[in-house]
């Protein structure tokens, strides 16, 4: 089967830094997305890698491993608007957009 | 704008009732999905379409149906909703051309069925 593992829940400090881990294991890849979600709110897209190393936007950064099944989103300076749910997705060998269930982050001043 | 709109975005129905959620999207995305959510729990793929008078299942049987007639348009529907179906619906698009396709979504519809 195909499955997307990301911890359920994590607490970070405002203005610290945090890293959100992702493994998946799916048949066929063909992208690893991240998206935000904040509470009772559609996601919106933030990043994207397809190749293995590191991809910077800003305050956000995404690394992915293919040969690990890995990826994470590193948040710099967290603010308090940064508290959401981020959702890792892969594409899979058909093109469809496996989901995980989400990484609840809470931030605390 | 270019955007993608869902309505209602609210709903609160009987058991066996029959309704429509709306999706519709401004950005003449060729690729539309519709995905189920429940609170902390991932998207479920319910339909997808890659173009008019082309719709496909996903991986979640939840008995509805969707048309594409038009690019812009993909309407849900359930025939008799059961309290089972009470969850988040969310629509998206994207393109297929791009380098990245990133899926866009509308604001979603919560759908309560007593």
């Known amino acids: 089967g195909q499955n997307i593992d990301q911890p359920t829940e994590m607490t970070a400090t405002e203005g610290a830094i945090v890293q959100i881990n992702c493994t998946y294991q799916?048949?066929?890849?063909?992208?690893l997305f991240w998206y935000q979600q904040h509470a009772g709110e559609a996601p919106t897209f933030l990043s994207y890698?397809?190749l293995d190393g590191l991809e910077e936007k800003g305050r956000f950064s995404s690394f992915l491993s293919r040969s690990k099944g890995y990826s994470y989103l590193l948040l710099k300076e967290l603010q308090m608007k940064d508290s959401a749910s981020y959702l890792c997705?892969?594409?899979?060998?058909?093109?469809?957009?496996?989901w995980g269930a989400g990484t609840k982050l809470i931030i605390k001043p | 704008e270019a955007d993608i709109y869902q309505t209602p975005r609210y709903l609160v129905i009987g058991t066996g009732k029959k309704i429509t959620l709306e999706c519709s999207q401004t950005?003449?995305?060729?690729?539309m999905y519709w995905y189920q959510q429940d609170p902390g729990m991932e998207l479920h793929l319910i339909h997808y379409?890659?173009?008019?008078?082309?719709?496909e299942k996903g991986d979640l049987s939840s008995e509805s149906t969707v048309s594409r007639i038009r690019t812009e348009h993909f309407p849900l529907t359930l025939e008799s909703a059961r309290p089972s179906h009470t969850s988040q619906y969310l629509c998206?698009?994207?393109?297929?051309?791009?380098?990245?396709?990133?899926?866009?979504f509308g604001p979603g519809t919560r759908l309560t069925v007593l």
């Open positions: 998206a698009s994207s393109e297929t051309s791009g380098e990245v396709n990133e899926q866009f």
């Open positions: 950005m003449g995305h060729d690729k």
């Open positions: 890698n397809v």
């Open positions: 997705a892969v594409m899979d060998s058909n093109y469809q957009l496996i």
């Open positions: 379409s890659y173009g008019v008078n082309s719709t």
């Open positions: 799916t048949s066929g890849f063909n992208g």
